[in-house]
């Protein structure tokens, strides 16, 4: 199956500035990549995905782009504010292996 | 829409007595998947189910764990007998295509 790594395992920020989170997966034909948010005793949500005939897209002040040869995508979230607190998880397409997560810390 | 519905929320047992967990996925997704998320860590894999048929349970530890999915709907998953590191939540999750849709999970304590 897919093996997905997710750097770094915990990030902390002021509020305003920017937080960048990355994944490296290991199968060429995924062709899906997903980020969730996972706040605290609460379900993992979508926040934002792109597949892989795209190399960029936005949401408002969350942003994921993709670098298909080099195998890894990011999440990017600028203007941070204190309830994008939480922990962010990556993916990768059809097995749909989740990576390790990352938690954010944006402090006020 | 109605989301992801998993029952119980909360579940504390002894180590080696048996546990099942409930799904019933978003009214017309074929993929049901269910996770193993530790204090943590992200959400492992244990098995994906596309209607009835199991796509993947190669992370499912098949000597304690079952799961089923007769009708191609509702999901069970079984631990006989369970272990003090099975505590964890037990994540289901449904789609069509993509993305995932989440449950709200149901917290397993084994004592």
């Known amino acids: 199956g897919e093996n997905v790594e997710q750097h770094p395992s915990t990030l902390s920020v002021q509020e305003g500035d920017s937080a960048v989170i990355k994944c490296t997966y290991s199968?060429?034909?995924?062709?899906?990549f997903p980020w969730y948010k996972q706040e605290l005793g609460k379900r993992p949500q979508l926040i934002i995905d792109?597949?892989?005939?795209?190399g960029e897209k936005k949401d408002q002040r969350i942003a994921v782009t993709l670098n298909k040869t080099a195998k890894h995508f990011s999440l990017h979230i600028t203007e941070t504010q204190p309830e994008d607190s939480a922990v962010y998880f990556c993916a990768a397409s059809n097995d749909m292996r989740f990576g390790a997560g990352t938690r954010l810390t944006v402090k006020p | 829409e109605a989301g992801v519905a998993q029952s119980p929320r909360y579940k504390i047992i002894e180590k080696r007595q048996s546990v099942a967990f409930w799904c019933n996925p978003i009214?017309?997704?074929?993929?049901l998947y269910w996770y193993q998320q530790i204090l943590g860590q992200g959400p492992k894999l244990l098995i994906q189910?596309?209607?009835?048929?199991?796509?993947?349970d190669s992370q499912l530890p098949k000597d304690r764990f079952s799961a089923e999915r007769l009708k191609g709907v509702d999901s069970t998953l079984k631990i006989q007998p369970a272990k003090l590191e099975d505590s964890a939540v037990y994540l289901c999750a449904s789609s069509l295509g993509q993305p995932l849709h989440f449950g709200n999970g149901t917290r397993l304590t084994v004592t």
């Open positions: 199968d060429s034909a995924s062709n899906y």
């Open positions: 009214s017309g997704h074929a993929t």
């Open positions: 189910f596309q209607n009835n048929g199991v796509v993947d």
């Open positions: 792109i597949r892989s005939n795209v």
